[in-house]
């Protein structure tokens, strides 16, 4: 999968998670189509974890969260998605509109999916592949 130069979009199959990372600050443009892309891997790998660092961006305009929770909202049912990992810097702006969308997500009925944030993607990687919830756990070999 080839990524552009401001964004990074990752699967590992041995852990059952997409990883994706901002590595820069994008325009409207750039960010729709990462999450574009983003829910197209989402549907083809089948993950049940989503690992998305947003350490090097800022907080998208109005206009986006509400694109982005109408995508998000329209795509994940769809998928096996059960854990979504959300690292975030050391700003305001962006933690509320996380938690908006966040939100807004949970809201939705047919959306069976825990949402977390972390401020380092260590901590968030730990936690995607944790099963200590047997119920909720991702699960790389379950007959």
């Not at 908006?100 to 809201?107: A, H, P, Q, S």
Request: net charge neutral; hydrophobic share 40%; charged share 20%.
């Amino acid at each position: 999968m080839k990524s552009p130069p401001y964004f990074k979009l990752s699967y590992n199959p041995a852990q059952d998670f997409i990883s994706s990372r901002w590595l820069r600050v994008g325009n409207s443009a750039e960010y729709r189509q990462a999450l574009v892309d983003t829910c197209k891997q989402l549907h083809k790998s089948n993950a049940m974890g989503w690992l998305v660092d947003f350490s090097r961006m800022t907080s998208p305009d109005m206009r986006d969260q509400n694109w982005t929770l109408d995508l998000l909202t329209q795509s994940l049912p769809h998928t096996k998605l059960r854990k979504l990992a959300v690292v975030l810097p050391d700003d305001l702006f962006l933690e509320v509109a996380v938690e908006r969308v966040r939100d807004g997500l949970l809201n939705v009925s047919n959306i069976n999916l825990q949402i977390a944030q972390f401020s380092d993607s260590s901590a968030a990687k730990h936690w995607l592949v944790s099963d200590n919830d047997p119920c909720e756990g991702l699960f790389r070999n379950a007959s």
